[in-house]
C-alpha cells in the first residue's frame, strides 16, 4: 500500500481533513469557486499549526471518494498561496501534488510550529477532533506559552551523536509502520533530526526516544512503578511498599515494558463479571493503559526531579506525570469530558499515534471517563499535587452493590446513561417510584435536564407516567423492549454476523466492506455494538479488532 493510499484508506494517527472542490448540494455537482477553496485551505492549515499539526488532501470527498481537483493554472495559484494569503504569520506547509486514480489530488502537509497563528478576518482556529474550533482571544498569550515550553524537548544537544542512538530500535520501528529509509530520513520524517552545515544535530527527544542510554541525558525519564500494601502511603518502620519497578528504557519501549510490568497486579475482579462487565479486571484495561500513555506523551520534560509515578493501592490506581496541562487544557474541562487537546510533545505524540499507542486525539480522558462507568465504577479523580504534578486517579471500588448490579442487569440491553442507573436503583428501592425533584437531586441537573432523562427513560420503556400531568413516575416490572434504532443496531449485528460468521475476530474494514459503507459509519456502528456489549475491542489503532461476546 502506498503512502497516498494509507492516507485515504487507513488515515489513522496524526490529523487529517479531506478536502472537496465540489459543490454537491441540491443534488447537483458542479465545481466550487477556487477561492472559496483557497479559504478553506486557510483555516485548516491555520487550526492545524494551532494545534499538532496535520495533512489536508485536497480532492476527496468525506466518504473517500476520488473526484480530483480540476482548476486551470490561474486558480491554482490561488490554492497554492493561500497559507500565505490567508494567515499570519504566514505558513509554509509541505505541498505536494500527486496523480491518484487518474485525478489530480494536493496534498499539504503542515507541521507543528512554535507560534500561533490567526486567520487575516481575525479568528483563531484550533483543531480538536475533526473540528477546526474557533478559540477565544483572551487564550492565545496562554497557547504561546505553552508552545515556547514545548520547545524544550527540541533544543538541540550540542555534544549528541547519531551514535548514541540505537539504530537497531530505530529500524524495528521504522519496519513497524512499513517505512523502508535511512535512519537519518526516518528520523527527519518526524523532525527528530535536524542538519547544520551538512552535520546531523539531535534534539533532545531523539535521544530520550531511540537513545541508548536515555537517563545519560535525563536523569529521571523513565517510570517509578510502586506497589503498596493498603490504601495509603507509610514510612520509616511502618513503609509498606510490596513491589517497585523502575522503568529504565527509551521512551518508544516504555509504554509496552510499563504495561507488561503493571498487568500481573492488576487483579481480577469478582463480582458479575458475565453479567455486567465486559472485563474481568479491577480496572479496566482501557483506562489505565490511556492513563499511562498520556503521562508519557504529555509530561513535562523540562521538570527533571522526578519521573512519572505509578502508585498502586489496595482501592485505587494513581497515574502522576510531572507538569500541569498545556493550553488550552484545563483540570476543569477535562473533568467535564471535553474532547479538548494540545500537546507539550507533538513530535512524540505523532509517532506515538502512528505506532498505535494513542487514538484520536482528545479523545483519551473522555474515553477512560466512559469506560470507568461502563464497568460499574466511579469516575476518574482529576486532580493537580504540589503545584506541578498531574494525577488521575482510578477506584476499583464498584459503585454499586452486587445485588444493585443484578437488579440493572436487566436493562444490560439498552444504553443508559450513570445518571439515569443511579436514579432507577433509587427509585426501585423506593416503591418503584421516581420523581423529578429527586432525579434533580441524586444527578446534579437542572429541571430541563431531569425532564430530558425522564422521557428518554419512558421512550425506552423504563418508566411510565400514570397519571397525565403527573409528577410520579413509576417503574416498569417487566423488562423492557427494544427501540426502534436499537433494533436497528440488531438488525445490522445479525446482518454482519451473518457475512463475517467465519471470522473469529472483524475489523472496521470488514464491517466497511460487509454492509458497503463509510468508514466513519462502519466505525459508529462498531461502537454502538460494543456499548450494547454485543462485542469486545481489543487493540489500538491501526490493530484494533473486534470479538463477539457469548450473550
Request: include cysteine; charged fraction near 30%.
Amino acid at each position: 500500500m502506498t503512502n497516498i493510499e494509507k492516507l485515504i484508506v487507513q488515515p489513522e494517527g496524526q490529523f487529517l481533513e479531506r478536502k472537496s472542490c465540489f459543490d454537491r448540494s441540491g443534488g447537483k455537482s458542479s465545481a466550487r469557486p477556487a477561492r472559496d477553496v483557497s479559504r478553506d485551505i486557510g483555516e485548516v492549515l491555520s487550526a492545524f499549526a494551532n494545534a499538532d499539526g496535520g495533512t489536508l488532501i485536497l480532492g476527496i470527498e468525506d466518504n473517500g471518494e476520488v473526484t480530483g481537483v480540476q482548476y486551470p493554472s490561474d486558480k491554482e495559484l490561488l490554492l497554492r498561496n493561500s497559507p500565505k494569503q490567508y494567515v499570519r504569520p504566514q505558513l509554509k506547509p509541505k505541498v505536494e501534488i500527486v496523480d491518484y486514480q487518474s485525478k489530480k489530488l494536493w496534498i499539504y502537509q503542515q507541521d507543528w510550529v512554535p507560534t500561533v497563528h490567526q486567520l487575516t478576518d481575525g479568528r483563531y482556529l484550533y483543531r480538536i477532533g475533526d473540528s477546526n474550533v474557533p478559540f477565544p482571544a483572551e487564550q492565545i498569550e496562554a497557547i504561546k506559552a505553552a508552545k515556547r515550553q514545548a520547545a524544550y524537548e527540541m533544543r538541540i544537544i550540542p555534544t549528541a551523536t547519531l551514535g548514541d542512538l540505537d539504530e537497531t530500535l530505530i529500524y524495528k520501528v521504522a519496519e513497524r509502520l512499513e517505512i523502508k529509509e535511512s535512519v537519518e530520513n526516518f528520523l527527519s520524517r518526524y523532525h527528530l533530526l535536524e542538519w547544520e552545515n551538512g552535520t546531523p544535530r539531535l534534539p533532545l527527544i531523539s535521544l530520550l526516544l531511540f537513545g541508548k542510554t536515555p537517563l545519560r541525558w535525563h536523569p529521571r525519564c523513565g517510570i517509578d512503578f510502586i506497589r503498596y500494601e493498603g490504601t495509603e502511603r507509610k514510612y520509616g518502620r511502618e513503609l509498606n511498599i510490596i513491589k517497585r519497578a523502575r522503568i529504565e528504557v527509551p521512551l518508544i519501549k516504555i509504554i509496552e515494558e510499563a504495561f507488561q510490568t503493571i498487568k500481573p497486579h492488576v487483579r481480577e475482579r469478582h463480582v458479575l463479571h458475565d453479567l455486567f462487565f465486559q472485563e474481568h479486571f479491577e480496572y479496566p484495561t482501557f483506562a489505565w493503559q490511556e492513563a499511562i500513555v498520556n503521562a508519557v506523551a504529555h509530561r513535562d520534560y523540562s521538570l527533571t526531579g522526578t519521573s512519572i509515578e505509578v502508585w498502586m493501592f489496595d482501592d485505587r490506581m494513581e497515574i502522576r506525570s510531572p507538569g500541569l496541562p498545556p493550553a488550552p487544557v484545563t483540570i476543569e474541562r477535562l473533568r467535564k469530558r471535553e474532547r479538548v487537546h494540545a500537546s507539550r510533545n507533538p513530535f512524540v505524540v505523532r509517532l506515538f499515534s502512528d505506532l498505535g499507542f494513542m487514538r484520536e486525539t482528545g479523545e483519551g480522558i473522555p474515553r477512560i471517563f466512559e469506560e470507568m462507568e461502563r464497568s460499574g465504577l466511579h469516575p476518574p479523580e482529576i486532580s493537580i499535587e504540589a503545584d506541578s504534578i498531574f494525577s488521575l486517579s482510578l477506584k476499583n471500588q464498584p459503585v454499586y452493590s452486587e445485588k444493585e448490579l443484578e437488579w440493572l442487569d436487566r436493562y444490560k440491553g439498552v444504553i443508559l446513561k450513570p445518571e439515569q442507573k443511579r436514579a432507577l436503583l433509587f427509585g426501585h428501592s423506593h416503591a418503584d417510584s421516581l420523581t423529578s425533584r429527586q432525579y434533580q437531586s441524586l444527578c446534579g441537573v437542572d429541571i430541563y435536564q431531569a425532564s430530558k432523562d425522564l422521557k428518554d427513560l419512558v421512550k425506552k420503556g423504563i418508566l411510565t407516567l400514570p397519571k397525565k400531568g403527573g409528577r410520579v413516575y413509576t417503574i416498569l416490572k417487566e423488562p423492557i423492549s427494544l427501540t426502534k434504532s436499537e433494533k436497528q443496531v440488531m438488525k445490522t449485528f445479525a446482518s454482519i454476523f451473518e457475512k463475517l460468521k467465519e471470522k473469529r475476530s472483524i475489523t472496521n474494514s470488514d464491517i466497511q466492506k460487509a454492509l458497503k459503507i463509510s468508514r466513519v459509519q462502519a466505525s459508529r456502528i462498531a461502537r454502538e455494538l460494543v456499548e450494547l456489549g454485543f462485542w469486545v475491542r481489543e487493540g489500538r489503532g491501526r490493530g484494533a479488532h473486534y470479538k463477539r461476546t457469548p450473550k
